[in-house]
């Protein structure tokens, strides 16, 4: 087994084991004009996070270790979003309706790609959910299955939402999960400090927590 410095303990993986999944670093939720400002969210504080995950990214590639990314994307017949859903929000433009970027998390337009330092490389996986959760309505559980991937370190946005989300319904499926610190972020600081407290609390009773630089030195 091969061991990361975390909390609330150290982390211990399988060696080769170990897939990288990078939530939702999509024009929507980082760039003005998509769905995360049309919550009414400064969107900023997202894109600093950029090189810091783009690092983290970069220490899966060198490893040969699988890196996944996942998109929060519609069809452009907006079947797979509920009303009540599309229904939240509050503002003027709600998911679909056409915005500076194109239609507002929907799938294939250009504010649902990832922003372009992380774009996917070819042969990585990009999983387009309809949910805040990665496992719910995807393949996402078999590919992982098909791969013998039972432990998970995570990134990306937003820390409460769609990444604690994913986190959840990784730990109940049985994946060991590490969430990057400092490579992930939420439009309301004092929701990921509580996230991050949160999942490993009650001796990691989501996961552990990890700074990017401690987790890329463990993977070598
Ligand atoms: N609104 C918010 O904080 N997040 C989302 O709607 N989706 C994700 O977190 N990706």
Redesign the pocket.
Known sequence: MSMIAAQPYDYSFPAGRLALIV??M?R??IEEGG??SV?G?DVRPLAAIVPTVRRLIDGFRAAGLPVIH?R?GHRSDLSDCPPAKRARGGGALTIGDSGPMGRILVDGEPGNDLVPELAALPGETVIVKPG?GAFYATPLGDLLKAQGIGHLVFA????????Q?TMREANDRGYECLLAEDATE???PEFKAATLAMIRAQGGIVGWTAPTDIIVAGLR
């Open positions: 939530i939702d999509q929507d939720f769905f995360g919550l969210n996942t929060e805040k990306g946005v937003t820390t409460e939402v769609c990444v989300t939420s439009y309301f």
